[in-house]
C-alpha cells in the first residue's frame, strides 16, 4: 500500500528530511530497489549507494543529515528497527484472508475466534481453542485441547500434540512440532531393556514467540516445557522436556536444549550449540555456535560470551587456541 | 482410571505398606501433585517433600521403609520404574478410539488389522499392510508396500517411504520421515557433475523402537538399514543409508550416523553426535555428546564413555583439556 | 524391465566381454543379488565374490578385463558411474503414474503442465506453476507463486513458501521446508525486545538440486537465496537468509549455514558443519565434518581440506591434535 514519507516518518517517529509528499509503496534492499521503495542504511559507508539508488526514500542514521539527497531522508536513532517498522506498515495494505477452507476438518467442540483463517486439509481436535485472527497453514495438525491465542500465524505441515498452550502473535513456521513427547526411558536393571517414563506433560509458549521450520519443542514429561514472551527459535532447534526459557532469548538454528535445561532472559544461544540436561544460563550469558555446556552447569555474567566444548569464557579459550597452535608449529615433524 | 493402590502394587510388583484401599487416579510430579495423585522418589533426599505433598500414594526405594507416613508406600528396588508402569497401567482405563476417518485415503489394496485407527487426512498406499491395534495421526502419508505391525503408534504428518517395514509397538512422533533416498552420488570425472546413485534399498525396523519428531532414517542403497528392537532415537537425529543398530541403544537428539554405520546393542549415544561412514560402535560403548567419530573407525569396550572429536577414552580427553587449560594460563599474555 | 547386456553396454558405454544375449532384470549388491542381477565392482577384491555371486552379470573396471568369467562382463573406466546409469535404465521400464488425485486442491489459477502427479491431499496455490511430468506426493503443500520446473520428485509432506522457484530434475525429499522465513530481528534499545526484520526475499533452487528429508532452506530476507545446479543437500541441513550456493556442491546432513554465507563451485560439506554468517567458502574447498567456519571468515583451496572449530587445514589441525595428546601423555597425573 503507498504511503506518503511523511506519514511513514510519524509512524516509525523518524525525523523527515525532503519533500514530505514523495510515495512509497514497499521495502527493499539497496541492490534490489526500484522507484517506489524505500531502503534503510545503517553504516554510513553504505549512504552514497542508497543515494544513487532508484529507491525513492531513505531510512538513516543520525550521520545522513547532513548529506546532500535528492531524495527524502528519514532521520532515526535505530535505522534498522525504524526500517523493520515501516516493512509491518507498508505490508498492513495486504491482509490475510479470513477464509475457513472447506477441506479443514474442525471438531464440533471447537472454538473459532473471529477472523481465523484456516488453510486446506487443517485438522483441529476436539476442545482446541483458536484465537482471533489467526491464521492455519494447509494440512497443520492442532491436537485436542490445544490453545491458541489471536494473531497469531501457524505454517503448513505443523503438529501440535494436545494440550500445548500457545499465546498471542506467535509464529510457527512450516514442519514444526509442539508438544512431542520428551525423551525419557527406565531401563529395566533385570531384562536390560529401556521402558517408556510417562511423557504426559504440557508446553507453553508464550506471546510474540517465533519458533523456526522443522524445530521440536517437547511437552514436560510430568510438568511444563516453557518459553517466554518474545524469544526467537530458529529452525531445527530441539527443545527437550521441562525445560525452563525465559524472555527475550534468541537460539540460532540447529541448538539442542536437553531435558530441564534453564535459559534465563535475555540469553543469546548461536548455532548447533548443545546444552547438557538440566545445563543452566543465567541471565544475559552468550553462547558462540557449537558451544557445549555440560549437564548441570551454570554459565553467569550477563555479556559474557562462552565458546567451545566445555564452554569457557571465550577469552580463555582463544588463549588456548593461540598456545596450542604455538605449540605445534615450534614442535618437530616427525613424520 | 482409578485403582486401589493395592492393585496398583500388586501389578508394578511393589511391596504395599500403609492403607490398602486408597485410590489413585492418575500420575503426577511431586511438585504438581494433587488428591488422587501418585508419585514416585528415587532419591531420599526428596522423600520428605512427597510426604508433605497432597499426593494420595508414593512409589519409593527401600530407604523409606523405615519412613513415618500417612500415605500408602510402594516399596520397589526400582522406584523410577514401578512409577513407569503404573503410569502405564493408571493410563490403560483411556484406551484409543479405533476410528477411521472418513477423510483417510485407504488404497483398495491395502490391509488393515483389528481396530486401526487412521486420523483425518491420512494416506495409505497401494498394498500397505497396518497391524491389529495400531494407530495413525493425521495426515501421514503411508507409502506403497509399507509393513506396520501391531499396536504402533504413528504421530501425525510422519511420512513412511515405500517397503518400510516396522515391527511391533514401534512410536514414530510427528514429522519422521522413514526409508528417504540415501545421499549417495557419483562424479563423473569427465563432466565434473554428481550422478545419483541408486538408492533402492529398504528400511526394517524392529519391535519397541521409538523415533523422534522430525527425525530421518534412510533406506539401504542396495540393501537394508536396520534398526534393531527396543532402540530409542531422539528428535532430529539422521540415520544414514545402510545403517545396521542393534537392540537397545540410545541415540539422543541431533545425532547423525554417516552410511553404513554399525551401531552394535546397548551402546548409549549423547546428542549432537556425528558417526563417520562405517563407523563402528562395539557393544555398550557411551558416547558424550558433540562427539565425532571418524570414519571406519572401531570403538570398543563395554561402559568405556568416549568424549571429544575424534572421539577418544573421556579420561584422556578431559586430562588433555587440562594440560592446554594450565598452559594457556602459563603463558605470558601478549595483548 | 528386462534388457540384454549388450543393450546396456552400448548404453552406459561399457566395453562387453562374454554373452551378449543375457539378460539382466534389475541392479543390486554383490551381497543381495540373485539370478538377473546386475552388479558392480570398483575394487579389484571384490571381483571374485562378484562373480562367485548368482548375479546375471557384472559392471566392473579395467582390473576385470583379463578375469576368467562364466558371467559377462561390462568394463568401464568409471564402474559405480556406470552401474548408476544402468540402475536408471532398467528402472524405467516402471514409470510414475501420472495421475491427479482426487483429493487434491488445485487452485483455478495454478497451472499445471502435461503429464504431472499430484498426491492425494496435495495443495497448489494461486498462480503456482508445476511444470511437464513433474511429481508432487500426497500432503505436500505449494504455495502461492511457487514455479516448479519439469520432471521435479517432490516427496510427502513438503511444503514450498510462496514465490520460491525450483529448476528442472530437482529432487525434494519429504519433510523438507522451502522457502521459510530467515531468522532476523532487530532489538529495540529501549525496550529490549526483538521486533522481526522483514523477509520477503525468495528463494531459486537450479536444476538437478537434490535436498533431503526434513531439510530446510530460508528465503532471502529483502533478496534472494540461491541454490545452484547440481547442488545436493542431506538430511536436516539449514540454510539460512540470502546464502549463496554455488553448483556441484555437496552438504552432508545436519550442516548449518548462517545467513549470508557463500559457497562456490565444488565445494564439499561434510556433516554437522557450521558456517558462520558471511562465511565463505571459495571454489573447492572441502570441510571435515563438524567443522565451523567463523563469521565472514575466507576459506580458499581447490582441494584443500579443513577441520576442526574454527576450521584450519587439516594436517594442521592433526598436528595440534597430536600435540596436545603427547603433552598429556608426559604430564605427571595429579590426581
Redesign the interface.
Known amino acids: 500500500m503507498k504511503r506518503m514519507v511523511k506519514d511513514v516518518a510519524e509512524a516509525i517517529q523518524a525525523r523527515l528530511m525532503g519533500e514530505p509528499t514523495v510515495e512509497v509503496s514497499g521495502?527493499?534492499?539497496i541492490?534490489?530497489a526500484s522507484a517506489g521503495s524505500l531502503v534503510f542504511v545503517d553504516d554510513e559507508k553504505n549512504l552514497h549507494s542508497a543515494l544513487a539508488s532508484p529507491a525513492a526514500a531513505v531510512i538513516a542514521g543520525e550521520f545522513a543529515a547532513t548529506a546532500q539527497s535528492s531524495k527524502p531522508l528519514l532521520i532515526s536513532?535505530?535505522p534498522?528497527?525504524a526500517?523493520?517498522?515501516a516493512?509491518?506498515l507498508l505490508?498492513a495494505g495486504h491482509p490475510h484472508s479470513s477464509a475457513i477452507?472447506t477441506?479443514a476438518?474442525i471438531h464440533s467442540s471447537a472454538r473459532l475466534g473471529v477472523g481465523v483463517s484456516l488453510?486446506?486439509?487443517v485438522?483441529i481436535a476436539e476442545d482446541a481453542e483458536i484465537g482471533d485472527g489467526t491464521s492455519i497453514?494447509?494440512?497443520s495438525?492442532i491436537g485436542a485441547s490445544v490453545k491458541i491465542g489471536r494473531s497469531c500465524e501457524i505454517?503448513?505441515?505443523?503438529?501440535i500434540?494436545p494440550h500445548t498452550s500457545l499465546g498471542n502473535l506467535v509464529?510457527v513456521?512450516?514442519?514444526a512440532?509442539l508438544g512431542?513427547?520428551g525423551?525419557g526411558?527406565?531401563?529395566?536393571?533385570a531384562s536390560?531393556?529401556?521402558?517408556?517414563?510417562?511423557q504426559?506433560g504440557r508446553l507453553e509458549i508464550g506471546d510474540?514467540v517465533?519458533i523456526?521450520?522443522?524445530?521440536?519443542v517437547?511437552r514436560g514429561?510430568?510438568?511444563v516445557t516453557r518459553i517466554g514472551r518474545?524469544t526467537?527459535i530458529?529452525?531445527?532447534v530441539?527443545i527437550?522436556h521441562n525445560v525452563q526459557i525465559g524472555e527475550?532469548v534468541?537460539i540460532?538454528?540447529?541448538t539442542?536444549l536437553?531435558g530441564s535445561a534453564i535459559v534465563e532472559n535475555?540469553v543469546i544461544i548461536g548455532?548447533?550449540v548443545?546444552i547438557?540436561e538440566q545445563g543452566h544460563l543465567q541471565e544475559g550469558t552468550i553462547l558462540g555456535?557449537?558451544s557445549?555446556i555440560l549437564p548441570k552447569k551454570v554459565l553467569r555474567g550477563k555479556g559474557v560470551v562462552f565458546w567451545g566444548?566445555?564452554a569457557r569464557p571465550i577469552s580463555?579459550y582463544l588463549?588456548?587456541?593461540?598456545?596450542?597452535?604455538r605449540?605445534?608449529k615450534q614442535?618437530k615433524?616427525k613424520e
Chains 1, 2, 3 share one sequence.
Do not use: C, M, W
Open positions: 521495502i527493499a534492499s541492490r534490489s536513532a535505530q534498522k528497527l526500517f523493520a517498522r516493512a509491518r505490508a477452507h477441506s476438518i488453510g486446506e486439509g485438522v497453514g494447509a494440512n495438525v505454517y503448513s505441515n505443523v503438529t500434540y509464529i513456521h512450516a514442519g512440532v512431542s513427547d525423551f526411558y527406565v531401563r529395566d536393571e536390560g531393556r529401556y521402558e517408556k517414563f510417562p504426559v510474540e517465533e523456526g521450520a522443522n524445530a521440536t517437547d514429561a510430568l510438568d518474545g526467537k530458529d529452525n531445527l530441539h527437550g527475550d534468541v540460532a538454528a540447529q539442542g536437553s535475555n548455532g548447533q548443545g547438557g555456535g557449537q557445549g566444548t566445555p580463555e588463549k588456548q587456541l593461540a598456545v596450542l597452535s605449540l605445534a614442535s615433524p
